[in-house]
């Protein structure tokens, strides 16, 4: 008898020592993003912005647990991000992944339904117009704020014209360039020319040239850093005076550090206001300051730090670590404050409440010029 009870007592300790193992071990998250490649700079600022979430979420916990990020490397390349997608998916302890761009985007959201796991796109901000159940996107989209964009500029800045030079291998600045041309042919601005170039062009004087003598109120620089920087650069030295524009792809802080005087006075939109007296965002600047020494984080760790905050919202509503109850959580999510202002979801998708504010590129960063 005594031996029986003895087997029984060291089973239940077995069983509670399992019990407690699985209560104590981070809840892991994937996240597939560019740490090099065309993208590897918006990559590192997603990344700062996601720890800092988690440093911000772990000082209270998530059920009583722990949350961590597995971070690997796209290489900016949508196969590859795929590929890294199916391998955090392939882990059943893994209840979310994030990823980064559009063209990343396209490549994983099929993949999110297929394996039922949740997708959340820190910097996905193309026009799509279907989604699967599984897949969520933080940005400010780019067709659904286009018009609003292009009229508060033109009531700003007095545009009564523009060019456009995008690249042609991006869904993104394809699809920006796309609803810059409606919002301009909207509100009775002319578009002088429409100039185009691939990934990895470094030389756009060819097409700067034609832009040139049709002296754009406002130069329109739909490109990725790597190439955004140049084409500042060489727009200023043959002497392009109007405004130049982009969308959350000129959110990077580095176009400016990189395009020196060149950039100054460049215009682009996102919804982060670091000067916001709200307690949620004097927290973020305060982790970010702490963090780096530097005054004001970027859009993209803005956006990435709420991302994280949205996930561990959902994972405490749905009292789970279920990836159905996620995101079945996260696509009820309501009026969600983040530092990025509302987050609101119908089921999948993009947030409901898409606000943004005007910035130009000054000496110290980015100044809101429209409050």
């Not at 892991?28 to 997603?46: C, K, L, M, R």
């Not at 117009?129 to 933080?138: A, E, I, L, T, W």
């Not at 002088?192 to 040139?212: H, K, S, W, Y």
């Not at 994280?308 to 009292?319: C, F, Q, S």
């Amino acid at each position: 008898m005594k031996r029986r009870m003895l087997l029984a007592t060291l089973a239940a300790s077995g069983i509670n020592s399992i019990v407690a193992y699985a209560e104590d071990k981070p809840i892991p998250v994937g996240a597939a993003i560019p740490f090099s490649g065309a993208n590897a700079t918006y990559g590192e600022d997603v990344k700062l912005g996601v720890d800092l979430g988690l440093q911000s979420i772990n000082a209270k916990g998530v059920l009583g647990r722990q949350m961590k990020v597995e971070y690997q490397d796209t290489l900016s390349d949508r196969a590859k991000a795929a590929a890294l997608f199916q391998q955090f998916a392939a882990q059943p302890d893994v209840v979310a992944i994030l990823s980064y761009s559009t063209d990343e985007f396209v490549a994983v959201d099929p993949l999110a339904a297929q394996l039922k796991v949740v997708n959340i796109s820190v910097g996905s901000a193309g026009a799509i117009d279907k989604f699967s159940p599984y897949s969520f996107r933080v940005m400010v989209i780019v067709n659904k704020v286009m018009d609003a964009v292009i009229k508060k500029l033109q009531q700003l800045k007095g545009i009564k014209s523009l060019a456009i030079i995008y690249e042609t291998t991006n869904n993104y600045t394809v699809g920006e360039s796309q609803a810059i041309k409606r919002a301009a042919a909207k509100y009775g601005i002319k578009v002088t020319t429409v100039e185009t170039f691939t990934r990895g062009d470094q030389n756009f004087t060819p097409q700067l040239t034609q832009i040139a003598p049709t002296e754009p109120d406002m130069l329109v620089v739909s490109a990725a850093t790597n190439e955004a920087v140049p084409i500042i650069v060489q727009a200023r030295s043959i002497g392009i005076k109007g405004i130049i524009f982009g969308g959350t792809s000129l959110n990077d802080p580095h176009i400016g550090e990189l395009a020196g005087k060149a950039a100054l006075g460049m215009i682009t939109y996102f919804p982060f206001d670091a000067k916001d007296q709200r307690p949620v965002v004097t927290e973020f600047i305060r982790l970010f300051h702490d963090k780096t020494g530097k005054a004001e984080p970027s859009a993209h760790t803005a956006a990435s730090y709420d991302a994280i905050r949205l996930l561990a919202d959902a994972i405490r509503r749905a009292g789970s670590t279920d990836r159905d109850a996620i995101r079945n959580a996260l696509g009820s999510t309501k009026d969600f404050e983040g530092v990025n202002g509302s987050f609101s979801y119908s089921g999948s998708g993009d947030n409901e409440a898409q606000a943004f504010h005007l910035f130009a590129w000054g000496p110290n960063g980015y100044d809101r010029i429209d409050r």
